[in-house]
């Protein structure tokens, strides 16, 4: 319980934090991760598949340290992967946003 | 639509061809698809001369899409993960019916005798049984699997001898089998506790067992589909003990497993590591170490060789183990995000999609060398029709 308490801490601490902006090169491979592997499951268009659908509607009200929390780590006991191996918490953070469509417009994704 | 990828010349000339193709009479024997799955398109493919013959546009959303065959090889069925189900024209290289039968599928499967195709869904989770001419609904079997009428994902779906349909119930670890001797009345068969979270399956080669793969455990949950009264059991039970997990960026597949003479090879989940299955009562016989987590596990039709793909972050790999000497013998680098594989019926070549590449290509099971490199937009699946004419397929 300790080391999730920091993790939620730390988390929310970088909330606070100005993200920096990611490099459009590596925003196009998010994109591309995002609609062909987290697709796999997920579905291409992000509706849904055996992994929960990621739409902006479904992930509404859901904060994006929290979603970055679980691309980071995965969930236990399903088979959604810890992907710490492969997304930085930095890009984590910036998918929930793009997945939200809070600061993206999902049409220029791919 | 024809332009996406296409240059327009090509387009002119796959035109062609495929007036061409309307107006002579030829066999499908050397047909097939490869999915385009972010176009929503298909691409006929002829195996002789590896070449497209005709790309069919509108599908729609193709991620994870399979495709069975019609029993005159005739018509592809595919199934798109919008709950889209196409019959494709091979010889024409057309639509020849769609519909949309539900909001969220994963596969399919055509029966024993070609009358019915079946689709398993996730939303809605059950069974959808169709005409294979009409694509008119014929029967739905809803994976109702507790009181308060909870509906689980259906995955692992094959045709059994017999019309009957196999599959798993994701959510709620079952195993059914549907009767469709009279097609309007399915009769079903339940065996329930089969193990934690099956995610996909398959059926051997003459049709007598049905394996599922379980993502919740380490094992393997098999059916005697000549017995089934002696129920479900568990086999190669905790074969990662005391390991832990590693992370799996793909989920592995059952479909073209690989059985070898007496051995099957399946991919562990969650080890970098082929699994071999004696059949002679079921038990572990050796576990092979690979370069990553395997996805697709496909003998060579000839069983001398089983050919393994890999998920992220080894998916540009392809290694090939010796059934011989129960070992890696080769590994090859076709490019980035290498998706599927497949051989032609009697095992000369093999067809690999090559998604990031935007490409299939093709190689030569003998040499190891590259015959040709076909452009496709974004390809996963690759379907010949010979599967037409294969139980499980």
């Excluded at chain 2, 001398?304 to 059934?323: G, K, S």
Aim: charged content about 20%.
């Amino acid at each position: 319980m300790a080391s999730r308490f920091w993790m939620v801490l730390a988390t929310a601490l970088w909330s606070l934090a100005c993200v920096a902006e990611l490099p459009a090169e590596r925003q196009a491979q998010l994109r591309h991760l995002l609609s062909h592997d987290c697709g796999s499951c997920h579905g291409l268009r992000l509706t849904g598949g055996l992994g929960p659908p990621l739409t902006p509607t479904t992930l509404a009200g859901k904060d994006s340290p929290a979603l970055a929390t679980i691309i980071r780590h995965g969930v236990p006991g399903t088979p959604m992967p810890p992907w710490k191996a492969i997304i930085s918490d930095e890009e984590a953070r910036w998918l929930a946003e793009f997945m939200k469509g809070t600061s993206h417009d999902r049409s220029t994704g791919p | 639509m024809m332009t996406r990828r296409f240059p327009a010349f090509i387009t002119v000339a796959l035109l062609a061809a495929n007036l061409g193709a309307c107006s002579q009479v030829r066999g499908t024997g050397d047909l097939g698809i490869v999915v385009e799955r972010a176009a929503g398109s298909v691409l006929v493919v002829e195996t002789t001369h590896r070449r497209a013959l005709a790309q069919v546009n509108g599908l729609g959303d193709l991620s994870h899409a399979s495709a069975v065959y019609s029993r005159d090889a005739r018509y592809a069925y595919v199934f798109g993960r919008d709950g889209g189900l196409t019959k494709i024209d091979v010889i024409e290289g057309r639509i020849d019916r769609r519909i949309v039968q539900a909001g969220n599928s994963i596969g399919g499967a055509i029966s024993q005798d070609g009358s019915l195709v079946a689709v398993s869904n996730y939303e809605p989770g059950g069974v959808r049984i169709f005409d294979a001419e009409s694509l008119a609904p014929v029967a739905e079997i809803p994976a109702v699997y507790d009181a308060t009428g909870r509906r689980s994902k259906v995955v692992g779906l094959v045709d059994a001898p017999g019309r009957r349909f196999v599959f798993s119930l994701y959510d709620a670890g079952q195993i059914w089998i549907a009767d469709l001797s009279t097609p309007s009345a399915p009769k079903i068969r339940k065996f329930a506790n089969i193990g934690n979270k099956p995610y996909d399956a398959l059926i051997t080669p003459e049709g007598r067992y049905y394996v599922a793969g379980l993502y919740g455990e380490d094992g393997l949950a098999l059916l005697d589909l000549w017995q089934p009264d002696r129920g479900v059991r568990r086999i190669l039970p905790g074969y990662g003990r005391g390991e832990e997990s590693l992370p799996v960026y793909k989920m592995p597949h059952m479909e073209g497993w690989a059985v070898a003479g007496d051995l099957a090879f399946v991919p562990a989940v969650g080890r970098h590591e082929v699994l071999v299955i004696d059949r002679n009562g079921w038990h572990e016989r050796a576990r092979i170490p690979v370069t990553g987590q395997p996805v697709f596990v496909m003998a060579r039709p000839d069983a001398r060789e089983v050919w393994v793909n890999f998920a992220l972050p080894d998916n540009d790999t392809i290694q090939i183990i010796d059934v011989q000497t129960l070992a890696v013998s080769r590994t090859m680098r076709p490019g980035k995000a290498v998706l599927h594989m497949e051989f032609t019926p009697r095992g000369e070549q093999v067809w690999v999609s090559v998604r990031d590449e935007n490409r299939v290509d093709v190689y030569d099971t003998a040499s190891y060398e590259k015959l040709a490199a076909l452009p496709a937009d974004k390809p996963s699946g690759i379907f010949l029709a010979a599967r037409a004419h294969r139980i499980g397929f």
